[in-house]
Nanobody
Framework: QVQLVESGGGLVQAGGSLRLSCAASGRAVSSTNMGWFRQTAGKEREFVAAITANINMTSYADSVKGRFTISRDNAKNTLYLQMNSLKTDDTGVYSC??????????????????WGQGTQVTVSS
């Protein structure tokens, strides 16, 4: 069983930065496809970023490319999302996820079978 616990969310002004963490247990992050998604009230879950197992290939939503960076610390078994130049549109609940599905489509929520509880990010103008 994989457990994921996010932290690092909060309130920040537009233009500021936050770093989200996702501590994993039950599975080594180094050998796991993982991703970050966000959701706001009344909207569907939105892909933010993903990183593939072992070779660390990354992908990003166009809306965050150049501002967000996904990475992981294998020794700490933790996934990160560094968010810079935050905009009010970045507000939402951010969740990390693990994929143990053979065919990995990083932008699709259905590719992931374990999710964290989420952490709130609020960007004020």
């Amino acid at each position: 069983q994989v457990q994921l616990v996010e932290s690092g969310g909060g309130l920040v002004q537009a233009g500021g930065s936050l770093r989200l963490s996702c501590a994993a247990s039950g599975r080594a992050v180094s050998s796991t496809n993982m991703g970050w998604f966000r959701q706001t009230a009344g909207k569907e879950r939105e892909f933010v970023a993903a990183i593939t197992a072992n070779i660390n290939m990354t992908s990003y939503a166009d809306s965050v490319k150049g501002r967000f960076t996904i990475s992981r610390d294998n020794a700490k078994n933790t996934l990160y999302l560094q968010m810079n130049s935050l905009k009010t549109d970045d507000t939402g609940v951010y969740s990390c996820a693990v994929s143990q599905i053979a065919y990995f489509s990083p932008r699709s929520p259905t590719s992931y079978n374990y999710w964290g509880q989420g952490t709130q990010v609020t960007v004020s103008s």
